[in-house]
Every structure is written in C-alpha cells, then in structure tokens.
C-alpha cells in the first residue's frame, strides 16, 4: 500500500500512499503532544481508520524494517544481531496530528528511534507544512524537502547525521500522520 523511493543514497526515502479518502479537518483534538502547538486526533473518518488498520499490520513494520535495510551503510549503525531481528526488537506506534503555528529546530531524533515517517495531508505542496533534511550540522543547505500533497511523505532513518526539522510556518493548521519505529529497551 505505501511505497519508498529512496533519495541521494542518503538514510531517507520518500513515501507515498493513497489517503484520498482521508478528511482530518473534522477530527477532535485528543491531547497535546510534545510541543504547545502540536494535539493528537481522534481517528473516526474511515478512510483515517484505513490507513491506521494499515498502519498496525505486520505487514507495514516489515516493509518499513526492509527499506530501512537498504540503506549500504546501516550496518554501521546496528549491529548485525540487531539488523537481523529489527522486527523483533522494535515496535511501531503512530500518531494522526494537528499542527498550528510552530517552528522546530534542526535536530536528530532521540536513539530509542529508529526511524520515524511522515504521512502529509495537505491538498496541494505548503513548503511552510514541511520537514527539511539537512546532509549534516550546522549547513542549512536544504537536502530534501517533503512534499506536503496528501499522501506524499518521508521516511527518515535515524542516524548521527540525520539532521532535520519541520512544524507548521503557516497561518493555517499542518495536519499529518507520523509514525516512529522504536528499539524496545528494558525487559520483555
């Protein structure tokens, strides 16, 4: 349902799946997430119950994991033990979002994630919705850009050079879905 292209031989692929039937703007907020400007959705349109079913499947954390091993250099990363049984160690969680007004800082992600996606929603590319990878700190030559069109997104591996950041530039809200494949830690 969802696929990757890959982009530059860099630790991040571009993604698209179909979310035409997807409408958020009607979604309640559930509960602020991590930024002041940043709120969960409910999920009752069906088309978001599609993707989110999607979302769950074994399926999609396999396609993920897969893509994410085509990477040439992320042996370097994990060890073979772990790339071996990533399916195994990790666990994916996902999260429809609302966005309004918010600027985040060029950052690499916390190491318990592995990689996190983006799914856009909007109905035509708002630069000012999108995230920006960097090749590495502090150059601010922008390496990729999402493509916030519904359906359109990003897949970024997470490394010591996977600089980025995004929010919403915009007066209008940023809505999108993103998802994070995450090292489980501790006991099972």
């Not at 909007?122 to 850009?145: F, G, L």
Request: proline letters at 3%; glycine letters at 4%.
């Amino acid at each position: 349902m969802m696929s990757f292209t890959q982009v530059n031989n860099y630790p991040v692929w571009r993604s698209l799946i179909d979310v035409s039937d997807v409408d958020l703007s009607n979604e309640s907020t559930v509960k602020q997430l991590n930024r002041p400007a940043k709120y969960r959705l409910s999920i009752t349109n069906l088309g978001a119950i599609r993707v989110a079913d999607y979302l769950k499947s074994p399926e999609f954390k396999d396609k993920v994991i897969e893509t994410l091993k085509t990477f040439k250099d992320i042996s370097s990363i994990y060890p073979t033990n772990i790339l071996e049984n990533l399916k195994d160690h990790t666990s994916l969680g996902f999260s429809f979002c609302k966005q309004t007004f918010d600027n985040h800082l060029l950052h690499t992600d916390d190491k318990t994630s592995v990689a996190q996606g983006l799914i856009y929603f909007d109905k035509e590319h708002v630069s000012d919705h999108s995230t920006r990878v960097y090749p590495h700190y502090p150059m601010k030559t922008v390496m990729i850009e999402g493509n916030t069109t519904a359906g359109n997104g990003l897949l970024i591996l997470n490394t010591n050079n996977s600089w980025h950041e995004g929010g919403n530039l915009a007066n209008d809200a940023r809505y999108f879905l993103i998802y994070t494949l995450s090292l489980k830690i501790g006991a099972k």
